[in-house]
């Protein structure tokens, strides 16, 4: 199993991305960083998630409470009052650790070899962490995103939450050089919270898949529901669940109304196929054209989550809760 640490906010969705990490993966700890939720919420959430699962060894460490550079924003319109609304749970009989997020993904990934990051909230724990040692780029196997989106976002018609939150901090780490794996909203919308998936769960019938019904009841009722954060610890999981593509991916941080995307560089897919404008069979590559040419693309520095098997992913998350 992969070494991990997950970087998160839980967060409905993010609550499923711990579910998957703990079971599938040597989950080495949980950092928290201000998101969904003010930064002791989504903390309290992590703790909450863990002790259901049983999971009461990984320890969690509280992160930034927001971007470096900006107020935070949260998502209490889509998580509720305490970032997590639905199931009603006991305050956590456990305590936080008193290091923070960034020094202990620092001090793991330059003492732990062969570390896989996954950030399910906004970047800035991922991003403060390179800038106090760059050399956890070197050191670091591959960095799981979920934010961003290759055509368009959920926050702003341009931008995804994530990212929108603190767009500085994403830009530090897709210039960085880690190896990315972009699960963006193209790819996460893909996997929707059906009624029948609800159900499916709930019939599981022990006190994880029961929880997990009731944070989707909850997170469903608001309509249009994803299971964003899961599809990123998924695709690591299990690599043939997402198709991909390797492109270049920048970061927006002055547009008035782009502030925040996920900029595409979706050329090399683009052929003149009538039914679809981007062929993952596409022939082409980045750099196809001659240097100085228009149309050469930007080279590639992220891989980005194109399509899921939804088949598949269901299923994984349901063999997951019912192993709980
Ligand atoms: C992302 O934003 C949050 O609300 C979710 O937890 C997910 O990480 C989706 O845009
Ligand atoms: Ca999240």
Redesign the pocket.
Known sequence: MKNVILD???????AF?IMLAAKHTNLLGVTTVG??GILENVTRNALSVLEVIGRTDVAVYPGHSGPCTAPLII?DN??GKSGMDGPKLNPPKRKPETKHGVDFIVETVMHTDHVTLIA??PLTNIASAINKEPKIVERVDALYI??GGAYA???TPAA???IY?DPEAAYKVFHSGLTIYMCG?NL?RQCPVTPEFIENIRNIGNPTSIFAAELLDFFAAGGDA?L??AC?VAWLVDPTLVRSAYLNVDIELNGKLTRGMTVTDLRPLQTAKPEADIDLDSPYRWDDAPQGSPFRGHEPNCHVGMRLDYGKFTQLLLDTLTSY
Do not use: L, Q, R, Y
């Not at 998160?8 to 993010?14: R, S």
């Open positions: 998160c906010d839980p967060g409905h969705d993010d991305a998101g969904n998502a889509v998580h399910t909230g979920m934010g976002g959920n926050w995804e939450f994530n939150v909203v996460t994803h964003h954060d990123a």
